[in-house]
């Protein structure tokens, strides 16, 4: 069946410095694709997103890629801030499938000052 | 964006007791609304979709009987754990999901329920 791979946290990292948090994923076909950020005593709301190969869905300085030939879809900021401390999952959807949404297991990533 | 709204935010229950929990789409209808749990440092799992005033499809594994759904309107679902055991304390989180919306769903903050 589908499902998302994501690299395993915590990830700890200086403000500012540069963050690339690992997934792939196993599909039949070609899902859209998605980050999800959950902060602390909040829900998940959607970061990015990319719906066909070599897409780049970007938002809030993140960065992220459909690599079919890879199956990865990895999540990149050049700069991170001590406000980008949260969890983050990796996740895709099939097309027609109502919004099935499959995630990874979730990065937590912890900025210090 | 939309928002999406849970209620409580968190429950203390006894074992055997049942609780209910609520999930409202605030500013949007929400064609279909979901039903997730989370354990702690895993992802989350999905137990059940909705789609309003018809009966919910279970995930393979959950007991349709123990966790009850019920959407009765385009902006309420509720999820009742019936007969609650320690192993039932988990995260739940609920999402809301328009057929305007394209393929993004709308997350409330989960509930935090903790059976004694």
């Known amino acids: 069946g589908d499902s998302v791979t994501q690299m395993e946290g915590p990830v700890t990292l200086s403000e500012e410095a540069f963050l690339t948090i690992n997934c792939t994923y196993t599909a039949t076909g070609y899902p859209s694709l998605f980050w999800y950020v959950q902060y602390p005593g909040e829900g998940l709301q959607l970061l990015l997103k990319a719906t066909k190969a070599d897409d780049k869905g970007s938002n809030k300085g993140f960065e992220a890629t459909y690599r079919k030939e890879t199956t990865s879809f990895h999540l990149e900021k050049g700069s991170v801030q001590v406000s980008d401390s949260a969890v983050y999952f990796c996740?895709?959807?099939?097309?027609?499938?109502?919004?099935?949404?499959?995630f990874g297991k979730g990065t937590k990533l912890s900025v210090k000052p | 964006g939309a928002v999406v709204s849970q209620h409580p935010s968190w429950v203390i229950c006894k074992s055997g007791t049942s609780v209910k929990i609520e999930c409202r789409s605030l500013?949007?209808?929400?064609?279909?609304m979901f039903w997730y749990r989370q354990f702690p440092k895993q992802s989350l799992m999905l137990m059940a979709t909705s789609n309003e005033g018809s009966k919910a499809t279970y995930e393979q594994g959950v007991e349709k009987d123990k966790f009850l759904i019920n959407h009765a309107s385009l902006t309420l679902s509720t999820l009742t754990v019936t007969s609650a055991h320690p192993e039932d304390s988990s995260f739940y989180i609920c999402?809301?999901?328009?057929?305007?919306?394209?393929?993004?769903?709308?997350f409330g903050p989960g509930t935090r329920l903790t059976v004694t």
């Open positions: 999402s809301a999901w328009s057929s305007g919306s394209a393929y993004e769903q709308y």
């Open positions: 996740a895709l959807i099939h097309r027609g499938s109502q919004g099935n949404l499959i």
């Open positions: 500013d949007f209808q929400a064609t279909t």
